[in-house]
């Protein structure tokens, strides 16, 4: 499986953009993809996650109620919707293949090559 992040930006506070995660090579229905991010000097770590064939979602409660994971399944694609982003949203935003529901950076095989979003105050 390759993946391919993209749609970051500069943004400022208050602000959104959609980051997009495009699929492609062997896709199981039984995969879950999820968002990670990373910024600078800090751990990556988990953002939200959504399965590919069922309605199981979940979320980072940094991000709750300000994010939401979609997926197109006709277009291999999976979408991270930000809104009212802050500035201690900014880092790299990267898209993995896990199979299961998983917030575990372990849990994850395949990883795309990160989006920078940078939210500006």
């Known amino acids: 499986v390759q993946l391919q992040a993209c749609g970051g930006g500069l943004v400022q506070a208050g602000g959104s953009l959609r980051l997009s995660c495009a699929a492609s090579g062997r896709v199981s229905s039984a995969y879950f993809i999820g968002w990670f991010r990373q910024a600078p000097g800090k751990e990556r770590e988990f953002v939200a996650v959504?399965?590919?064939?069922?309605?199981?979602?979940n979320y980072a409660d940094s991000v709750k109620g300000r994010f939401a994971i979609s997926r197109d399944n006709a277009k291999n694609t999976v979408y991270l919707q930000m809104n009212s982003l802050k500035p201690e949203d900014t880092a790299v935003y990267y898209c993995?293949?896990?199979?299961?529901?998983?917030?575990?950076?372990?849990?994850?095989?395949?990883w795309g090559q990160g989006t920078l979003v940078i939210v500006s105050s």
């Open positions: 993995a293949v896990a199979n299961k529901l998983a917030q575990a950076r372990y849990e994850y095989s395949y």
């Open positions: 959504v399965a590919w064939s069922v309605g199981l979602i």
